[in-house]
T-cell receptor, first 114, second 112 residues
């Protein structure tokens, strides 16, 4: 199984809502990533988990809170978002460490903040 | 940051033609990867070329790497309408965290 799944596919939320994005993989990858992608732009790295520990936080605002409950799951908790946070949120996984590894991406969650 | 710059930003060709996209970067790298993204979807890994390699092939894809010029090219031969997508190069800097950093991408349209 070489698939990364993400739920939901689409999410519309108000600025006072709390919601979560979910990501799952069963490839035995121990590195997982969250990216944010605006239209016609490249993916921007947000967080990296390695062996279920947060290893990189690219100065992301605290209204985004990642969680890695086990080696297969990655969550992104959202609270008090702003309209400019509307974007495609991509999850990816890879083998950890060493030379750059191929990343497997999920289909993304299209988030709209109203 | 070690961000690649793809050129051209947009490319429009007819089915059957070849498509060439270029990527330039600023500092020494461990490797360079190319990804494809269909509209609004996740990225799909196409090919990885290491800093000590000069050329790699995968099906209709040919990637070259010139570390002296800090550039790479992706050639898609005999293009198909299904190749319509955005293509990104991703680099990770030598001595860095091995996290690939994506360039701005080339939008390819292949007309049937």
């Amino acid at each position: 199984d070489t698939e990364v799944t993400q739920t939901p596919k689409h999410l519309v939320m108000g600025m006072t809502n709390k919601k979560s994005l979910k990501c799952e993989q069963h490839m035995g990858h121990r590195a997982m990533y969250w990216y944010k992608q605006k239209a016609k732009k490249p993916p921007e790295l947000m967080f990296v988990y390695s062996y279920e520990k947060l290893s990189i936080n690219e100065s992301v605002p605290s209204r985004f809170s990642p969680e890695c409950p086990n080696s297969s799951l990655l969550n992104l908790h959202l609270h008090a978002l702003q309209p400019e946070d509307s974007a495609l949120y991509l999850c990816a996984s890879s083998l950890p460490g060493g030379e750059g590894k191929e990343q497997y991406f999920g289909p993304g969650t299209r988030l709209t903040v109203t | 940051s070690q961000q690649g710059e793809e050129d051209p930003q947009a490319l429009s060709i007819q089915e059957g033609e070849n498509a060439t996209m270029n990527c330039s970067y600023k500092t020494s790298i461990n490797n360079l990867q190319w990804y494809r993204q269909n509209s609004g979807r996740g990225l799909v890994h196409l090919i990885l070329i290491r800093s000590n390699e000069r050329e790699k092939h995968s099906g209709r894809l040919r990637v070259t790497l010139d570390t002296s010029k800090k550039s790479s090219s992706l050639l898609i031969t005999a293009s198909r309408a299904a190749d319509t997508a955005s293509y990104f190069c991703a680099t990770d800097a030598s001595g860095g965290s091995y996290i690939p950093t994506f360039g701005r991408g080339t939008s390819l349209i292949v007309h049937p």
